[in-house]
Nanobody, 124 residues
Framework: QVELVESGGGSVQSGGSLKLSCVAS???????MGWFRQAPQKSRESLAVIDHEGVISYADSVRGRFTVSRDNAKNSLYLEMNNLRPDDTAMYYC???????????????????WGQGTQVTVSS
């Protein structure tokens, strides 16, 4: 069983930066982990995933602005977000999936463990 707790959300102005953190209880050393978001009235969107070897995939909407990283020793996942825009406003979720590295994909249904989310609000 894995429990995930996100932190680091908040309110920033357009062009600002935030760094989200996710701490897992239970080992996620070999898990695929990722960041996702959901805005009101919209479906959950994949942002970035990283396998246990550090191989990363980004969604086009955040590539070049967001950076995902993980620290397996700390069971932690991070998302550094730069040049934030109002359309980045959403609840941000950390998730984990116990799949082989080749299956570490930007596919929401794959992920069986989810945190409660942290709100990010970007004002213009």
């Amino acid at each position: 069983q894995v429990e995930l707790v996100e932190s680091g959300g908040g309110s920033v102005q357009s062009g600002g930066s935030l760094k989200l953190s996710c701490v897992a209880s239970g080992t996620t050393r070999n898990a695929c982990m990722g960041w996702f978001r959901q805005a009101p009235q919209k479906s959950r969107e994949s942002l970035a995933v990283i396998d246990h070897e550090g191989v990363i995939s980004y969604a086009d909407s955040v590539r070049g602005r967001f950076t995902v990283s993980r620290d397996n020793a700390k069971n932690s996942l991070y998302l550094e977000m730069n040049n934030l825009r109002p359309d980045d406003t959403a609840m941000y979720y950390c998730a984990a999936a116990t799949v082989a590295p080749m299956m570490c994909l930007l596919t929401v249904p794959m992920y069986g463990y989810w945190g409660q989310g942290t709100q990010v609000t970007v004002s213009s």
